[in-house]
């Protein structure tokens, strides 16, 4: 529901997240979800997409990542 909430509602912003919002965020309607403190880091994301990029062979020319 989430992905279907960010792909069709009027209601979802750019770069938003969505998760359920009811117990711990694992069930309930959807509505803006936390995003973790890990998930927001710059030097990890950079790291991530490097990996990635090593692991699978593919580049994405001129990427600039953006951030929640």
Known sequence: MPT???????EARPS?????QAMFE??????DARVGEKAR?????ARLW???????GVT???HQPSFV
């Not at 938003?16 to 359920?20: F, V």
């Not at 694992?26 to 509505?31: A, E, F, Q, R």
């Not at 490097?50 to 699978?56: A, V």
């Open 4 to 10: 279907l909430f960010a792909a069709t509602s009027p």
């Open 16 to 20: 938003g997240y969505y998760g359920p």
């Open 26 to 31: 694992l069930k309930g309607p959807v509505g």
């Open 41 to 45: 880091d710059p030097a990890l994301a």
């Open 50 to 56: 490097g990996i990635s990029e090593e692991l699978t």
């Open 60 to 62: 994405w020319p001129n």
